[in-house]
């Protein structure tokens, strides 16, 4: 399998200038919703690029990035590409279209930071792992990284794909409009095609890196995010395991009782981000 990735182009453009043309681009793709298109607030030359997960929205990543700003570090929530649209969008991005969707928001802020952290959360957190592979980047927070999914048929998706063309699921209510009601199956191939790319590269991550997973969780499985986390060179390597016998956390972040996960994240980032 051959590797598509490449280091993001450099955009010599002020922050506000590339920060408009995300906007406008989320826009032309059909987004309408609040929470469904790309956030940027400038703090410090300190940045923490964030990525949402698989049919979710920058909405997910709120929590996460008020607290980070009252820290003072400048934080941009991508939009993945064919996310927060409409599902016919969705199913017609490929999980290359994922990545160069990050683009403007690195850029963003590369034009100002000296230091970047970037985070993803499930899905995000297989192309945040991308990100850190290619690009110039001082720390990765995986939340649930999508390495292994542990859902039934998952690895039949290249049969399933051609005959079922969505799975229906069940959303709370503050996120309908902002995440999709069902899993297109063809997005979902383009997942398991994105993780069999990182696994090439990510043994080569060598810059500090947090785990956080829980050991329940219902989608991916942390056994073999842990595998992939310690096959990574580097040698700062911090794993946060919640038991769900104590907090209960089905998928990080994606639950209202996330408060303790969010601030050990942000505890973390603090002090391998100064």
Not at 225 to 252: E, R
Request: aromatic letters at 12%; glycine letters at 4%; hydrophobic letters at 40%.
């Amino acid at each position: 399998m051959k590797i598509l990735f490449n280091q993001f182009k450099k955009l010599n453009n002020e922050s506000n200038v590339l920060f408009e043309k995300d906007l406008e681009k989320a826009k032309k793709d059909g987004v309408t919703i609040d929470g469904a298109e790309p956030y940027f607030k400038k703090h410090s030359d300190k940045g923490v690029l964030l990525i949402h997960g698989f049919a979710a929205s920058p909405y997910e990543l709120y929590p996460l990035a008020a607290e980070l700003e009252k820290l003072d570090y400048s934080v941009y929530i991508v939009r993945v590409a064919g996310h927060g649209s409409n599902v016919d969008d969705f199913v017609s991005k490929t999980y290359k279209d994922w990545y160069e969707s990050i683009e403007l928001g690195y850029n963003t802020l590369a034009s100002f930071c000296s230091k970047i952290c970037v985070a993803g959360q499930s899905n995000g957190g297989l192309l945040a792992t991308a990100v850190a592979g290619f690009n110039k980047v001082d720390a990765l927070v995986l939340l649930a990284p999508a390495y292994k999914v542990k859902v039934f048929g998952f690895n039949l998706l290249p049969f399933i794909k051609n005959f079922i063309k969505y799975i229906p699921r069940k959303l709370d209510k503050d996120v309908k409009g902002l995440n999709y009601p069902v899993f297109p199956t063809k997005p979902l191939y383009e997942m398991m095609m994105l993780q069999k790319e990182v696994k090439m590269f990510s043994s080569n991550i060598n810059i500090p890196v947090l785990l956080a997973v829980s050991n329940n969780d219902v989608l991916i499985s942390p056994k073999y995010a842990k595998k992939i986390v310690k096959k990574m060179k580097s040698k700062d390597k911090t794993i946060f395991t919640y038991d769900n016998k104590t907090y209960n956390v089905k998928h990080i972040l994606t639950e209202y009782h996330s408060i303790k996960i969010i601030n050990d994240i942000v505890l973390w980032i603090k002090e391998k981000v100064k």
